[in-house]
Structures are given as C-alpha cells and as structure tokens.
C-alpha cells in the first residue's frame, strides 16, 4: 500500500525532476541548432541579452543570466575569441567592464532568428501555451529565489 508521504517521495511526482529533466531535454534539442552558430547554450543566453542589449557591464549580463563572474568570464572571454564580443575597460572606473557585440556578432542575430520557431515546432504547443508555460516558470523562479 503506498501512503501519501511515499506518493510525495516518488520522483515523478517532483517538480524538481519534472524541471531538471525539461531542462536537460532542452538543451538537447538547442545543441545542434547552436553547433550551426558554433555556440554552446550558455553562450547563447549572453548574446541574447546582448542582442537585447548590447553595451552591458560584466556585472548587468551576470545578474540577467543569473551567473557569477567567475563562470561568465570565460564565457566571454570564449566570444571574444570568436570575434562576436569585445570586453571594454570603462575609463572611469577599470573594474568596469563593458561587453559590447562586433559587427559578426549582430549579424550571428540574423542565422540565429530561426531558432525560436524549430524549439515551437518541436514542442508541439500553441505559441499562447509556451507564452503561458513561460510566465508561470519565470513566477515560480521569483516566489522561490525570494
């Protein structure tokens, strides 16, 4: 017989699971679309916020990918060497430093705008129903980051 403390043990019945697993699915199904761009996922994270954003500080991109710096440099310092960012000291305060997109690293954008329609394509859902997928994931992160 399983009682309901066994039911709440279960590992199908963990939302972290559920997560984790979605997650890792994900990125599997990202790898070969980002090897086209000789990008890894968390490499495409930062140059969707660049794109979003170009010109931000090591610091601003760190705390909107939600990563410290100690994982981000080589991070960056990985798409300098591709030639799709440059790291800029700010001249005011050195500890500054400022990531700004080079010319291949905004025209990558165009080759990457097709990778939101195969990840729908592939989750067979409603672009409403990703929208809504999203919200909720993204409220939970903030109820719990709390």
Not at 11 to 26: G, I, V, W
Not at 72 to 101: A, N
Request: one cysteine or more.
């Amino acid at each position: 017989m399983t009682t309901k403390t066994d039911a709440m043990l279960q590992l199908d019945n963990q939302l972290c699971f559920a997560l984790y697993s979605t997650s890792l699915a994900m990125t599997k199904l990202y790898k070969p679309l980002l090897d086209e761009l000789g990008l890894t996922y968390p490499q495409y994270l930062a140059m969707l916020a660049l794109w979003e954003q170009d010109g931000l500080m090591v610091s601003e991109l760190g705390e909107r990918l939600s990563l410290d710096s100690g994982t981000l440099t080589p991070l960056l310092k990985r798409l300098e060497v591709s030639g799709l960012v440059t790291r800029i000291r700010d001249v005011e305060d050195e500890r500054r430093v400022h990531i700004t997109l080079t010319a291949a690293g905004r025209k990558l954008k165009t080759r990457a705008a097709k990778i939101p329609g195969c990840i729908l394509a592939a989750s067979q859902c409603s672009v409403s129903e990703l929208i809504s997928l999203t919200q909720q994931v993204q409220a939970l992160r903030r109820r719990i980051a709390t």
